[in-house]
């Protein structure tokens, strides 16, 4: 009988885990070589490519998925067994990892979430922020089960990773009661000059909202740009500043900033995606996500202006 090493199965999941041998051979309190010298052999015993190197950065074979999923189970059950020996309740919650993008609105994630940890089933959430690429460096290796984006995954990625349509809202324009009420007639020409927190140029939003001011002819004052949406709305609370936000969340955003709508438009919408490893999705809580998008956060959405998109898009 053929017996598995689990020292290097260890070895492998860390690295795996960390996304690369320097900071796996942190952890482990190892030197880098003989970290690497140990997946080899892991390698060769099993006969299979788990990880190949992309430029700077390790990578995941189709075969090393697999491992990692597997050691991922052992771990968690080895982690689960000490607990059960100690005497403490141990309950086999579903782990749902998620990677947010910076641009999509917290208030949006939360709705989108909120029934993975309230639910009769409730699963055991963790959350990355942080740029898409980064995320789904995460996500190919396998460290997350979903990001969650304001743009379908990029054509040119190595790896494959597909993009499922959660939905999409109009957008609508915000600020503290004082200056609604300056603003609020004449909408949207009574934008011209008003001071705007607008998201960071290089997002979808930004770009979208550009396109709009032209098409209208009229150019707020920029007062600041975000990378983090909620940031934004906080200092829009401050009530110095207009701001935009999906009008999917406009009485959650009205409530937690208190703040009132000025208008709304529907030729600024912004889309909101699952990206995941998998073209058809089996993770009940990555499943559970796309229901509740459909069914509650985007229910309302103007579906006469909707473009129709494909389920899955291949982002490799």
């Given at each position: ?6 020292h ?9 885990r960390?996304g ?9 309190r190892l030197?880098q070589?003989?970290?690497?010298a140990?997946i080899?052999?892991f390698e ?6 788990l990880?190949?190197?992309?430029g700077?950065r390790?990578v ?21 067994l000490?607990?059960?020996?100690k005497g403490?309740?141990t309950?086999?919650a579903v782990k749902?990892r998620?990677?947010?993008a ?6 949006i994630?939360y709705?989108?979430?909120?029934p ?13 922020e ?5 995320l ?11 990001v ?6 990029p054509?040119?990625l ?13 957008t609508t324009?915000?600020?503290a009661?004082?200056?609604a009420r300056?603003?609020?007639q ?11 927190l607008?998201?960071?140029?290089a ?10 001011f032209?098409?209208?002819?009229i150019h707020p ?5 975000f ?7 906080a200092f829009g609370?401050?009530?110095?500043a ?7 969340i406009?009485?959650?955003?009205c409530r937690?900033?208190?703040?009132v ?13 699952a990206?995941?490893?998998e073209r058809?999705v ?7 996500l ?8 985007f229910?309302?959405r ?5 473009t129709?998109?494909?389920p899955?898009?291949?982002?490799a």
């Amino acid at each position: 009988m053929e017996w598995l090493n689990y020292h290097h199965l260890f070895y492998f999941w860390t690295v795996a885990r960390e996304g690369g041998v320097s900071k796996a051979a942190e952890v482990l309190r190892l030197a880098q070589p003989t970290v690497s010298a140990q997946i080899k052999q892991f390698e060769r015993a099993l006969g299979q490519d788990l990880l190949e190197r992309r430029g700077r950065r390790v990578v995941l074979t189709e075969a090393g998925r697999i491992v990692f999923h597997y050691a991922d189970d052992i771990f968690t059950l080895g982690r689960e067994l000490q607990e059960t020996l100690k005497g403490r309740p141990t309950g086999r919650a579903v782990k749902l990892r998620v990677g947010v993008a910076n641009a999509v609105p917290k208030l949006i994630v939360y709705r989108l979430l909120r029934p993975a940890i309230e639910g009769s089933e409730a699963m055991q959430l963790t959350c990355h922020e942080g740029q898409p690429d980064q995320l789904l460096v995460l996500l190919a290796t396998h460290a997350l089960d979903v990001v969650i984006s304001d743009a379908p995954a990029p054509s040119h990625l190595h790896v494959k990773v597909f993009s499922h349509l959660l939905g999409e809202s109009s957008t609508t324009f915000f600020a503290a009661p004082a200056l609604a009420r300056k603003v609020r007639q004449g909408f949207p020409r009574s934008l011209q000059d008003v001071p705007m927190l607008l998201p960071t140029p290089a997002t979808v939003f930004r770009h979208a909202l550009e396109q709009w001011f032209d098409a209208i002819q009229i150019h707020p004052k920029i007062g600041g740009e975000f990378e983090d949406s909620a940031l934004m709305k906080a200092f829009g609370e401050a009530g110095t500043a207009v701001f935009p936000a999906p009008t999917a969340i406009a009485p959650e955003v009205c409530r937690h900033y208190g703040v009132v709508a000025i208008g709304r438009t529907d030729e600024v919408r912004e889309r909101y995606y699952a990206l995941s490893a998998e073209r058809r999705v089996t993770h009940p809580g990555v499943a559970a996500l796309s229901q509740t998008a459909r069914a509650d956060v985007f229910a309302l959405r103007t579906r006469a202006r909707r473009t129709p998109a494909p389920p899955a898009q291949r982002g490799a």
